[in-house]
């Protein structure tokens, strides 16, 4: 599990990453609520079929800037931004802070 740091906002939250294709396919379907996000990387694209709850997503540039949100998407939506080089998606959580478009991340393990 890493931690990312996003700046200039510093919203601050527990990762875990989905590198190979089949991680990334599945991403959050199939478990349960927690408190922690995934990273999809590679990936500019997103879907939430057979999801039973809502996103919040963020899309991240190859400098690791945030180039758009999504919050509470619910199920099946498909998402994408052209640029992007991961995405970020955690169950939604909209009384808890999350990215802003320009945000910087610095994730560390």
Request: aromatic fraction near 6%; glycine fraction near 6%; charged fraction near 25%.
């Amino acid at each position: 599990m890493e931690d990312i740091l996003s700046k200039p906002h510093s919203f601050r939250c527990s990762l875990r990453l989905a590198g190979k294709a089949g991680h990334r396919l599945r991403g959050l379907l199939a478990t349960e609520p927690d408190d922690e996000a995934l990273l999809l990387m590679p990936c500019k694209d997103v879907h939430t079929f057979g999801m039973r709850h809502d996103l919040d997503v963020a899309f991240v540039s190859s400098e690791g800037m945030i180039l758009a949100i999504h919050r509470n998407v619910g199920p099946q939506r498909r998402l994408a931004h052209p640029w992007a080089e991961a995405v970020i998606e955690r169950f939604a959580s909209p009384e808890d802070p999350w990215f802003t478009v320009g945000d910087r991340l610095h994730i560390r393990s």
